[in-house]
T-cell receptor, first 112, second 113 residues
Framework: AQTVTQSQPEMSVQEAETVTLSCTYD???????LFWYKQPPSRQMILVIR??????QNATENRFSVNFQKAAKSFSLKISDSQLGDAAMYFC?????????FGSGTKLNVKP | EPEVTQTPSHQVTQMGQEVILRCVPI?????FYWYRQILGQKVEFLVS????????KSEIFDDQFSVERPDGSNFTLKIRSTKLEDSAMYFC???????????FGSGTQLSVL
């Protein structure tokens, strides 16, 4: 079975600062996809960033970037220049065999 | 931007009653999913659907659950006899290819009393 672990239940960051959310996963597959989703208080799920496991280059999406370490099965999310609107739950997810597996989430607080 | 639409946004039902949660996936998408999230817990996979049949389902998706694509645009989740522990936010999602990013709907909050 696939497992996804987010070891930080809650984190805080000062506005304009940088924060890194950690995620580790367990899979025996070599071909899979990794995602970070954001869930604001509305509870809608919003895609933040996506990484293909076969690509060595880390994905970047504006202020969001990942540090993908395939051998270590680690997939952390870095948010630069944090904004108040970044405050939300963040879920890491692994996709293969037509299923997504989600971590338990990290609640990010952004302090003005 | 196209979006996945879910109705209703909130559903309250009595234990033992049947509920149908409705979803309209993005029109050119072929893969459909249902997930649920019990308040304060992780998002859990329920079922995936492709080519008019279930392709994967989780242990949660027992005989009380069924999915259907009745008319080529809607994608429904039916719970035949709801239990208290079925109370959760139910998310529908779709993608245009396997292994592509999921587009989630805004969810249906189901409350079973």
């Amino acid at each position: 079975a696939q497992t996804v672990t987010q070891s930080q239940p809650e984190m805080s960051v000062q506005e304009a600062e940088t924060v890194t959310l950690s995620c580790t996963y367990d899979t025996s597959e070599s071909d899979y996809y990794l995602f970070w989703y954001k869930q604001p208080p509305s509870r809608q799920m919003i895609l933040v960033i996506r990484q293909e496991a076969y690509k060595q280059q880390n994905a970047t999406e504006n202020r969001f970037s990942v540090n993908f370490q395939k051998a270590a099965k680690s997939f952390s999310l870095k948010i630069s220049d944090s904004q108040l609107g970044d405050a939300a739950m963040y879920f890491c997810a692994v996709y293969n065999f037509n299923k997504f597996y989600f971590g338990s989430g990290t609640k990010l607080n952004v302090k003005p | 931007e196209p979006e996945v639409t879910q109705t209703p946004s909130h559903q309250v039902t009595q234990m033992g009653q049947e509920v149908i949660l409705r979803c309209v996936p993005i029109s050119n998408h072929l893969y459909f999913y249902w997930y649920r999230q019990i308040l304060g817990q992780k998002v859990e996979f329920l079922v995936s659907f492709y080519n008019n049949e279930i392709s994967e389902k989780s242990e949660i998706f027992d005989d009380q659950f069924s999915v259907e694509r009745p008319d080529g645009s809607n994608f429904t989740l039916k719970i035949r006899s709801t239990k208290l522990e079925d109370s959760a936010m139910y998310f529908c999602a779709s993608s245009d290819r396997s292994n592509e990013k999921l587009f989630f709907g805004s969810g249906t909050q189901l409350s079973v009393l």
